[in-house]
């Protein structure tokens, strides 16, 4: 094993759920579409600390890392956003965030405290009073599927808008990722495909590759489901 992976939920209505990932060899991850756009603690073997943002990703991306190193991952609910970037200059984003020690880091002109596992929940209360971070409600009211005062067509320019991705494109996320949960419990591919909504094995086989970058028989170092 090359990595050890850990994640937990959280009360704060805005956190979809909070990663931790310890790499004990050097390697390359698979980073694959998930629904989330993240902020990314990375820790360096000497212990030292910088922030990293990465938008809403829209294909499999592969991320090299090194023995020793650490991160703390924060991936925020399709509602969540930022006061300065549209959902639509998210995607795909990757972006190393300011920093003038490794305690503290700059994000949206102001500057928070690099937090801990087990601390990510009041910077992320912190980015909301400061008006960093802001929840879109129609987005939500889309996703659970509550009426909204705008037509549908605009709740859906609107959650593109804000989301970075369509609802469409968020909903085949989803059924990939309960896909690759069935196989991962041991289902037999034709069988997480009718558990996960795929009209057939061939449509779950053209699905994972194109979001995970993965065959049904190849989806066991996917984690961030």
């Known amino acids: 094993m090359s990595q050890i992976h850990d994640s937990r939920t959280s009360d704060h209505p805005l956190i979809e759920t909070v990663w931790n990932s310890k790499n004990i060899t050097d390697g390359i991850y698979i980073a694959t579409p998930d629904g989330a756009w993240d902020l990314i603690v990375m820790i360096d073997t000497n212990g030292d600390r910088s922030v990293m943002l990465t938008g809403q990703a ?4 592969p991320v090299p890392y090194r023995a020793g190193t650490e991160s703390i991952v924060i991936s925020f609910i399709p509602g969540a956003y930022l006061n300065y970037l549209s959902g639509e200059e998210m995607v ?64 859906q320019r609107h959650f593109v808008k804000t989301a970075g991705i369509t609802q469409n494109y968020l909903m085949q996320i989803k059924r990939a990722q309960d896909a690759v949960r069935f196989i991962q419990r041991g289902e037999r591919p034709i069988d997480a495909a009718q558990h ?18 993965s065959s049904p028989s190849d989806v066991d170092d996917i984690h961030k489901l």
């Open 58 to 61: 829209t294909k499999p991306t």
């Open 92 to 155: 795909d984003l990757i972006e190393m965030l300011p920093n003038f020690d490794d305690s503290h880091f700059n994000l949206g002109g102001h500057t928070f405290e690099i937090p801990a596992y087990d601390e990510v929940e009041s910077l992320v209360e912190k980015m909301v009073i400061t008006g960093v971070l802001k929840h879109d409600t129609v987005v939500s009211d889309v996703l659970s599927r509550k009426r909204t005062a705008i037509s549908p067509r605009v709740a």
């Open 196 to 213: 996960a909504g795929y009209s057939d094995q061939p449509h779950l086989a053209k699905s994972l590759k194109k979001i995970m970058g």
